[in-house]
C-alpha cells in the first residue's frame, strides 16, 4: 500500500509569504555538487527536518525547498520519503554500533579491571552516540515510524545489534547464559539510552563521564553479583557480535 505523503497546501492570496529562496550565490554553489555530495546534503537536511518536526510532518517537498533543489532531483537520490529515512535510520545505527565496539574493545581484548568497565563503556558509549548525533539520536530511540512491523524491525535492527553485542561481552565476563546476558544486555541498554538523552536535553546535567558513571555505578549493585571470579581470558575478535554476521 503506498505511504501518505504529507504536503503543505498553498496560502491563500491574502497571507503574507516570507522569501525563502537562497541568495544566487548559494544556489550556484548547490548546483556543483557531486553525487555523493548532493546525498549528504540531502541526508543532512531531511536529517534535521525529522529530527525536530517528526516524519509525518515533513514531506518532500519540505525537504527539496530546505535543500534548494527540484523534487525530480530529490526523487533521483531517494524514491520516496520512507527511502530517505530509512538510510538516515541505517546510518546513525552504524553510528551506534561503532561507539559500542569503540567502548567495549578494552575489555574484549582482556584489559585490566572488572565488569564494572562494561557497564561504564556501554553508558560512555551511548552518551557519545547521543552527543555526536543530537536529536538526530531519536530517530533510533524515538521514531515516529513503527506502525508497519517490517519498517519498525528496521528502525530497531541497530538496538537490537547493540544489545546482541553487548549480551556478548557480559557472557564472557560472567556466569550468564546467551539467553540471560541477552535480557540483561537489553536491560543496560535501556538504562544507557535512557540517561544519554535525558542528558541531551538537560541544561544542567551532569558530565558525560559522570554520567557514565552514575549509571555504572546503580547498574554494578545487581550485575557485581554475576560476575565470575578472576579476570576472563581475552574474547576472540570474530565472537563479539558473531550471532548477527
Do not use: C
Amino acid at each position: 500500500m503506498a505511504r501518505p505523503e504529507f504536503h503543505h497546501h498553498p496560502p491563500t492570496a491574502s497571507a503574507h509569504v516570507p522569501e525563502t529562496r537562497a541568495p544566487y550565490h548559494a544556489r550556484v554553489e548547490a548546483g556543483r555538487l557531486s553525487r555523493e555530495q548532493r546525498r549528504g546534503q540531502l541526508l543532512t537536511v531531511a536529517q534535521q527536518l525529522f529530527s525536530t518536526e517528526g516524519y509525518h510532518h515533513v514531506s518532500m517537498d519540505d525537504i527539496a525547498e530546505r535543500a534548494n533543489v527540484t523534487k525530480p532531483v530529490l526523487y533521483r537520490h531517494f524514491p520516496s520519503k520512507l527511502d530517505l529515512y530509512l538510510a538516515i535510520v541505517d546510518a546513525r545505527g552504524q553510528d551506534l554500533l561503532a561507539a559500542i565496539d569503540e567502548a567495549v574493545r578494552p575489555v574484549v581484548a582482556g584489559a585490566p579491571g572488572d565488569g564494572r568497565d562494561v557497564v561504564a563503556a556501554i553508558v560512555r558509549a551511548y552518551v557519545t552516540f547521543v552527543d555526536a548525533a543530537g536529536e538526530a539520536s531519536t530517530l533510533l530511540f524515538e521514531s515516529d515510524v513503527t506502525h508497519d512491523p517490517a519498517v519498525r524491525a528496521r528502525v530497531e535492527s541497530a538496538s537490537r545489534d547493540a544489545a546482541q553485542r553487548i549480551a556478548d561481552v557480559l557472557v564472557h565476563v560472567t556466569d550468564l547464559d546467551a539467553s540471560a546476558a541477552r535480557t540483561v544486555a537489553v536491560a543496560l541498554v535501556a538504562m544507557a539510552q535512557g540517561a544519554a538523552i535525558h542528558r541531551l536535553r538537560q541544561d544542567e546535567a551532569p558530565s558525560a563521564e559522570q554520567t557514565a558513571d552514575l549509571v555504572a555505578r546503580l547498574a554494578w549493585a545487581g550485575v557485581a553479583g554475576l560476575v565470575r571470579e578472576g579476570r576472563p581470558t581475552p574474547l576472540p575478535d570474530d565472537d563479539l557480535g558473531s550471532s548477527h554476521t
